[in-house]
C-alpha cells in the first residue's frame, strides 16, 4: 500500500509538472494575443487621427478666412462711410458758397436797380419840375423855336413814313401808359433843354425828344411856354401834339 501511495504522489507531481509549463505556456499566448490586438487597435485608431486633423486645419483655415473677410468687409465699409461723408461735407460747403455767391449776387443786382431806380426817378422828377430860366436861356430857347417855324406847314410837314419809318428809341409799353399819350399833357416851359445840330430838344419823363419837323405857322409865337403838349405814338412813329390845335402833330425823335 505504501508502494501505491508513493507512485500515485510521483503520478500526481509529473501531471503538475507538466501542466504548469502548458499553462504558462497558454497565459503566455493568451497575453501576445492581447497585446496583438491592443497594437491592432491603436494601429487602427492612428489613421483615424492621422486623418482628422486635415480637416480641423482646413476649418480652422476656412474660419481664418471668413475673419479675414469680415475684416476686409467692415474695413470697406468704414472707408465707404467715411468717404460718404467727406462726399457730402464737400457737397454742403460748395453748396453754401454757391448760394453765399448767388446771394450776393442777387444783392449786388438789387442794388445796382435801386440805384438805376432812383437816379431815374431822380431825373424823371427833374425834368417834369420846371426850371427858372435865365434871361439868356429864355433868347435861346425862342431863337430855336423860331427858327423851325414853319412858313406852310402842309408842303413842309413831313410824318415817318415819307421819312422812311421811325428808327429812333421806343418808350416801353409801361411806361408810355404811364406818362405818354392824349391824357398826358404837359408844358415844355421849365423843362431841361438844348440845341442839337440846330434843333430843340428838351427832357420829358427821363427821355430827351427832338423836334424834327417844324411847328405850324397857326401856332401861337409862344405855344412852348403856355400850351399844353403831348407825345403820341401813331402809324409807327411819335409825334408832339398842341392841345390848343387838335390834329397837327409834328415828327419827334426819342432818345435816353
Given at each position: 500500500m505504501k508502494i501505491i501511495g508513493i507512485a500515485s504522489?510521483?503520478?500526481?507531481?509529473?501531471?503538475?509538472?507538466?501542466?504548469?509549463?502548458?499553462?504558462?505556456?497558454?497565459?503566455?499566448?493568451?497575453?501576445?494575443?492581447?497585446?496583438?490586438?491592443?497594437?491592432?487597435?491603436?494601429?487602427q485608431a492612428r489613421p483615424e487621427q492621422q486623418h482628422a486633423q486635415p480637416q480641423q486645419q482646413q476649418q480652422r483655415a476656412e474660419q481664418q478666412d471668413q475673419q479675414r473677410q469680415q475684416q476686409q468687409n467692415q474695413h470697406n465699409q468704414q472707408q465707404a462711410e467715411r468717404g460718404q461723408q467727406q462726399q457730402n461735407?464737400?457737397?454742403?460747403?460748395?453748396?453754401?458758397?454757391?448760394?453765399?455767391q448767388q446771394n450776393q449776387h442777387n444783392q449786388q443786382q438789387a442794388q445796382q436797380r435801386q440805384y438805376q431806380q432812383n437816379h431815374y426817378n431822380q431825373q424823371q422828377a427833374q425834368?417834369?419840375?420846371?426850371?427858372?430860366?435865365?434871361?439868356?436861356?429864355q433868347y435861346v430857347?425862342?431863337?430855336?423855336?423860331?427858327?423851325?417855324?414853319?412858313?406852310?406847314?402842309?408842303?413842309?410837314?413831313?410824318?415817318w413814313q415819307q421819312r422812311g419809318g421811325y428808327r429812333g428809341y421806343r418808350i416801353p409799353d409801361d411806361r408810355y401808359r404811364g406818362y405818354f399819350g392824349p391824357s398826358h399833357g404837359f408844358r415844355i416851359y421849365g423843362l431841361p433843354f438844348m440845341v442839337v445840330g440846330g434843333y430843340p430838344r428838351f427832357q420829358y419823363?427821363?427821355?430827351?425828344?427832338?423836334?424834327?419837323?417844324?411847328?405850324?405857322e397857326s401856332w401861337g409865337d409862344d405855344w412852348?411856354?403856355?400850351?399844353?403838349?403831348?407825345?403820341?405814338?401813331?402809324d409807327n412813329g411819335y409825334y408832339l401834339y398842341n392841345r390848343?390845335?387838335?390834329?397837327?402833330?409834328?415828327?419827334?425823335n426819342i432818345t435816353l
Open positions: 504522489t510521483a503520478i500526481l507531481s509529473l501531471l503538475l509538472g507538466i501542466a504548469a509549463p502548458a499553462y504558462a505556456q497558454h497565459e503566455e499566448q493568451g497575453e501576445r494575443q492581447d497585446h496583438g490586438q491592443q497594437q491592432g487597435e491603436h494601429q461735407q464737400r457737397n454742403q460747403q460748395q453748396a453754401e458758397r454757391g448760394q453765399q425834368s417834369r419840375q420846371p426850371q427858372r430860366r435865365t434871361q439868356q436861356q430857347q425862342r431863337s430855336a423855336w423860331q427858327q423851325h417855324r414853319s412858313q406852310n406847314w402842309q408842303s413842309d410837314h413831313r410824318d419823363d427821363g427821355y430827351w425828344i427832338s423836334a424834327v419837323d417844324p411847328w405850324p412852348y411856354d403856355n400850351d399844353d403838349v403831348y407825345v403820341n405814338y401813331v390848343r390845335y387838335p390834329g397837327q402833330g409834328i415828327a419827334i
